[in-house]
């Protein structure tokens, strides 16, 4: 079965900078768009990032652009989200997604398979 597992989390202060990964299996990864969302107590899971199965889109969340960055590597069926200038707002539990084919979208709903998450904290 399709098993997406992240790892990565942990405590940073604010500014500093932190490395998710989220690693793939039973799926052919280079079919399926993956993405980044994330959800802190009491609010709604929210998009962060996503990239396209072929590399063409990637798309970032307003409140992460310019400080985070989500690649992929297909031969490590593996995605990352590299987080910089962290700030105490992201602090949240991280999700990575996976979508089949080339669309990457902002919509929870859209995304088939979901990891269990990993939890960030940034203190000021």
């Known amino acids: 079965q399709v098993q997406l597992v992240e790892s990565g989390g942990g405590l940073v202060q604010a500014g500093g900078s932190l490395r998710l990964s989220c690693a793939a299996s039973g799926l052919t990864f280079s079919r399926y768009s993956m993405a980044w969302f994330r959800q802190a107590p009491g609010k709604e899971r929210e998009f962060v990032a996503a990239r396209s199965n072929n590399g063409i889109s990637t798309i970032y969340a307003d409140s992460v652009k310019g400080r985070f960055t989500i690649s992929r590597d297909n031969a490590k069926n593996t995605v990352y989200l590299q987080m910089n200038s962290l700030k105490p707002e992201d602090t949240a539990v991280y999700y990575c997604?996976?979508?089949?084919?080339?669309?990457?979208?902002?919509?929870?709903?859209?995304?088939?398979?979901w990891g269990q998450g990993t939890q960030v904290t940034v203190s000021s």
């Open positions: 997604a996976a979508d089949w084919g080339p669309n990457t979208g902002r919509e929870p709903r859209t995304y088939l398979h």
